[in-house]
């Protein structure tokens, strides 16, 4: 796996990413802000010797190293997945590759169901925690003390003292920011309405199939962690209709404004 991240970040100090600090990991329907950013350069996972490539509708499976504010940036346009078939360990490619170029914080996005009653489609939440009910957790097997310690402590995964400061600034700017708990699962199935009362349940407030593993990582390594999902629908059971990918997607579309402003605000204000 070293092998694998040195190859990566070779690549992206080559796109010029040897000051970046701050890294993005977008989530579905989300990819698009990668183009946001000021002189974008590419990197695609596809020519990353041993680097996995998502095959999911809205993932462009590439870095994109760019700058916004001043600041230079790396991106994950697109993740790969659990439900793909890809181990939970090689989906710490990404966030050790953005350590190994200098990422000191890296903001975590992903498209989320809604468990929480208070949510509606469109809302953004600020991740405070998180339940691993995947099955799995990226660190297992042997550790590398260079990355981390073998037992790390999670209780401050989420930086809250980054979440406070974001709190005040999103209210400053006008910005509706809710704040819970997501809970991933496996997938690649959307919870059945028993799963989503079950998750209500032991506390969760969002539900999706990403997430974890990469905040798991980060902290890990060291790394501060923002963590946001954008609600694209209420999760099986609180609504009567049937979920679909499809939806998720054209309410990131309708979301996007939104989406943007808040990650313009972290990027030009917070980080």
């Not at 070779?10 to 329907?29: H, V």
């Not at 697109?78 to 590759?97: D, K, M, N």
């Not at 169901?113 to 660190?139: A, E, K, Q, T």
């Not at 996007?256 to 917070?270: S, Y």
Request: proline share 4%; hydrophobic share 45%.
């Amino acid at each position: 796996m070293q092998e694998i991240i040195q190859s990566a970040a070779a690549l992206l100090m080559a796109a010029g990413a040897e000051s970046a600090k701050i890294g993005l990991i977008l989530g579905s329907g989300l990819g698009d802000y990668a183009e946001t950013l000021d002189n974008p350069r590419f990197v695609n996972y596809a020519d990353i010797p041993g680097y996995p490539v998502s095959h999911v509708a809205g993932h462009k499976s590439r870095f994109v190293v760019g700058e916004k504010a001043g600041k230079t940036v790396v991106a994950m346009q697109g993740r790969f997945h659990f439900y793909e078939g890809i181990p939970q360990s090689l989906l710490a490619l990404g966030v050790r590759t953005m350590r190994a170029v200098g990422v000191e914080t890296v903001l975590i996005t992903n498209a989320a169901g809604g468990v929480n009653m208070n949510f509606h489609p469109g809302s953004l939440m600020l991740i405070s925690d998180h339940i691993n009910y995947s099955g799995s957790n990226p660190l297992i097997g042997p550790n590398d003390d260079a990355w981390g310690p073998r037992f790390p402590d999670q209780s401050d995964t989420y930086s809250r003292a980054l979440r406070i400061r974001l709190r005040e600034m999103a209210a400053a700017e006008g910005i509706e920011l809710e704040e819970g708990v997501y809970m991933m699962f496996s997938g690649p199935c959307f919870e059945t309405p028993a799963e989503v009362r079950m998750a209500r349940i032991v506390g969760a407030d969002a539900v999706g199939m990403s997430t974890v593993p990469e905040a798991i990582v980060a902290a890990h390594c060291g790394m501060r962690v923002l963590g946001i999902s954008l609600i694209t629908n209420m999760a099986a059971g609180i609504l009567d209709q049937k979920l679909s990918h499809d939806e998720v997607n054209e309410t990131a579309a309708i979301a996007r404004e939104r989406f943007t402003r808040l990650v313009d605000l972290i990027l030009e204000q917070l980080l």
